[in-house]
């Protein structure tokens, strides 16, 4: 259930070939199959970070485990180099925010996480 929401300033040039290669991007550093990987792009009218509205980005990364500070700045250096290199966004123009989410507080087939492990066991 990892999920990767981008919102930036700053749109790509072709949104289905940034979402896939993002996905993919995002499954590896994560470590979780791109089959249950979800990623979004949010273009903002606006951004201001640092007093300027120069091109900049925001990023929430959430996941049932595999976070943790190693995996963490993985993710950080690795999505971070993307955003650099397909919308020309420096590195320091941005923030991830990482959140380990709960099976029990995530949802999914008309069920949550916990329930759906749980009966597979």
Known sequence: MPSLEITSNVAPNNINAFLTAASAKFSEAIGKPEKVCLVTFNKADQVVY??????????????????????????????????????????NRGYFFFHD?????TGYAG?????????KK
């Open 50 to 91: 640092a007093g300027s509205t120069d091109p900049a980005f925001i990023a929430h990364i959430h996941s049932i485990g595999h976070i943790d500070n190693e995996r963490n700045a993985g993710l950080s250096k690795n999505i971070s180099a993307f955003l650099t290199e397909e919308l020309s966004i420096p590195n």
């Open 111 to 119: 069920n949550t996480y916990a329930n759906l492990m749980a009966a």
């Open 101 to 105: 989410v709960k099976g029990e507080d």
